[in-house]
């Protein structure tokens, strides 16, 4: 699937935008009124920290060549770590083994394809 393909996914960056900041709210509330504030904490640290980047990645696409892939990236890997936290405060040994660590490479991975995107001609150029 080619860069510009993906762009047509970009109303969906910002539905996670906005899932994810809402997520990370309630979370920090959650966190504030009894919950694990480790846990949980740590989930809405991590929602609230990535919902402006998904923001700023939707409106920027055209600045960023690797934006699309780059906020999808991050989407799933910021969902991925925060849902195998929010399943651990409730008691599961958590998604599957190993999720939350993988979420946090997809992070970084999604974070490096931003960087990738210093090194790709944008529509402008």
């Avoid at 966190?31 to 846990?39: K, P, T």
């Avoid at 960023?64 to 008691?91: E, Q």
Wanted: neutral net charge; aromatic residues 6%.
């Amino acid at each position: 699937m080619s860069m510009r393909a993906l762009d047509s996914l970009r109303p969906l960056i910002l539905m996670l935008s906005g899932f994810l900041g809402a997520s990370g709210v309630v979370l920090a509330a959650a966190a504030s009124h009894g919950g694990d504030a480790h846990l949980l904490g740590n989930a809405s640290t991590m929602c609230l920290a990535h919902a402006p980047v998904l923001l700023a990645l939707y409106l920027g696409h055209r600045m960023v060549r690797t934006a699309t892939l780059a906020a999808l990236v991050l989407s799933l890997g910021t969902v991925l770590f925060a849902a195998d936290l929010v399943v651990r405060h409730l008691g599961s040994a958590g998604l599957f083994p190993m999720a939350a660590p993988s979420g946090g490479l997809l992070m970084i991975l999604g974070w490096l394809i931003v960087a990738a995107g210093a090194f790709f001609r944008t529509e402008s150029e």
